[in-house]
């Protein structure tokens, strides 16, 4: 039979330049996918963008670009990236691609047919940095958005609805039946606790902007685009040909779908929900990895101390910094990334346990053998070492198998110690001197071996490293040598051995700078120069205000005083310097906008809670107002 496996990512939005969450989900779906290409499976590795949607829109518009030329761009960015760090994705797929657009129509076709979605209105509040929906009740004070604590914007419009609560036992019943459907078993059980809570259908287009899906033609009701989320997940099926040529679609049901916990609820809700309805398998396993934080605390853009994964793999290696981020956490656990932790990752793991090991086998067999390698005494004396190695080696596939990658190189180092061990006690120095050249010689051979071994399975991790080692000893890191080294465990045949510079020299103190000061984010910085995030202007709120009172301050030819109802019970009073152009009796029952969290200012000895927007060129100054009468304390946006 056909062994097949399909391995995605998630896809990136391309409102950000890849960091090192970026990296390490593409990281583990690598690893997966060569391990898996390695032991004989045909491999499927997507990876890509995600590049519709309202926050995409936003932050190209902030950038004066079109959505379209500004998702090249980044996807671009992501792609230069994937491929300068060789990971060995099969397919990239953009969600601008026109095979995906059909593959996501198709979809909605299939679903309306199906009779799984309805023509309603969609009323609640929407967090365009989630790109989610929230009902009244899931809102933290009523405004800001339960993930993220942004604040969320109130939406009311025409919409299409996926039942998805018409799913609810179904879904239920699959987590029930499947043991590993989401992995790890707590991130499941949160999952199973939110579905039985009661799912509510679920809005999946969107009327109040472009950059997104059109329905299908068929529909005819071209105000609507499809909504993020939905147009993203089916990119799982179109990457297969799902609604063009169905290519690749046998790889369908994926294998491991590997997204961070922020985001498993899309996948493991609302996706396969979407898969029932369409008829299809669902996906065998939807893994969650935690969160990485720096120097134990949150990254983010305004910090500054955001992890680079591009500075990194350049300070560091590539070999290395995989070897850090599969290494250090437990799948599913939140993760630390600081220099600190690598550095002792670099000279312990890599360079005194491994590297070493190799210059040890290297230096001794120069002097013993002239650099000549031969096993066949290997199993006459140290038959009991194999064993040992054996034994571990036995039991590691399944490691790597559930994504314990952490736990899959603890044990091939457990093998290494054996190796190393096995030196110190046999002393193949000493076995020189009495005369047991033999035994000396094939305890050089046992631990070349181990190596090879251990390399072998390694190589998905750190692939560059694996070849070099494979190179000195003289395997290649293939399927054929899988079978013969690890499967049928056999041993090294004679070589010679070549002599390589040391693998992982040590690294004495850390080697980066600040996050800021590097030139790849100083060249980043410098493009953004001028331009702030969506996040620096929402960090102004600007609201509906309705002005109850207005009368001039005394003395003043500048200042009128207003009192303004934002809606919150009692008016605020405001300070305003628009005296010269307005006067009192005519802003009665006006609107104005009101930047309403401001700290509280004295003008002319009164407090003034607040600042009226207005504009002004050589013609004078108007106020800034609603276009048509809105609630007093609407938020702007
Ligand atoms: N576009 C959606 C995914 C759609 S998949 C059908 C998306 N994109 S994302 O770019 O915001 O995030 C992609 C992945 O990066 C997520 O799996 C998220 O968990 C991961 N990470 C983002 N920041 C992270 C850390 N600080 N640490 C670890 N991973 C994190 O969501």
Known sequence: MRKKVYITTPIYYVNDIPHIGHAYTTIIADSLARYYRLTGYDTFFLTGTDEHGQKIEQSALSRGKSAKEYADEVSAKFKALWDDFEISYDYFIRTTDENHKKGAQKAFEVMLGNGDIYKGEYEGHYCVSCETFFTDSQLINNEYCPDCGRSTTLVKEESYFFRLSKYQDKLLEWYQNVDDCVMPKAKKNEVISFVKQGLRDLSITRTSFDWGIKLPASLNDSKHVLYVWLDALVNYISALGYGTDEKHIDFWPADF?????????????????????????????????????????????????????????????????????????????????????????????????????????????????????????????????????????????????????????????????????????????????????????????????????????????????????????????????????????????????????????????????????????????????????????????????????????????????????????SPRQIISGIKAYYKPEELSGTQVCVVTNLKPAKIMGLESYGMILSAQDENGLSLIRPEHLKKSGAIIK
Do not use: C
């Open 257 to 569: 779908h590997l997204v961070g916990k922020d985001i498993l609820r899309f996948h493991s809700i609302y996706w396969p929900a979407f898969l029932m309805s369409l008829g299809l398998d669902l996906p065998k396993h939807i893994a969650a990895h935690g969160w990485w934080t720096r120097n134990g605390e949150k990254m983010s853009k305004s910090k500054g101390n955001v992890v680079n994964p591009r500075e990194v793999a350049d300070t560091y290696g590539l070999e290395s910094f995989r070897f850090f981020l599969l290494r250090e956490v437990p799948f599913g656990q939140d993760g630390d990334f600081s220099q600190k932790a690598l550095i002792d990752r670099i000279n312990s793991d890599l360079g005194n346990e491994l590297g070493n090991l190799l210059n040890r086998i290297i230096g001794m067999s120069g002097k013993y053998s002239n650099h000549e390698l031969d096993s066949s005494n290997v199993l006459r004396f140290y038959a009991k070492e194999i064993d040992s190695v054996q034994e571990i080696l036995n039991g590691v596939e399944g490691y790597m198998k559930e994504l314990q990658t952490n736990k899959y190189l603890e044990e091939l180092w457990k093998v290494l110690t054996i190796a190393n061990q096995s030196i110190t006690l046999h002393e193949p120095w000493a076995k020189i001197k009495e005369g047991k050249k033999d035994e000396a010689l094939a305890l050089i051979a046992l631990v070349a071996n181990i190596l090879a071994k251990v390399s072998i399975l390694f190589s998905p991790i750190m692939p560059k490293t694996a070849k070099a080692i494979g190179e000195s000893l003289g395997f290649d890191i293939s399927t054929a040598e899988y079978n013969r080294l690890i499967v049928k465990k056999e041993l090294l045949k004679p070589t010679v051995l070549k002599v390589i510079s040391p693998l992982f020299p040590r690294v004495e103190t850390e080697l980066m700078q600040t996050a800021q000061s590097t030139p790849a984010l100083k060249e980043e910085s410098k493009k953004e120069e001028g331009l702030i995030n969506i996040d620096k202007f929402f960090a102004s709120k600007i609201q509906i205000g309705t002005v109850i009172k207005a009368e001039a301050v005394e003395k003043s030819d500048r200042l009128l005083k207003l009192l303004v109802d934002i809606g919150e019970g």
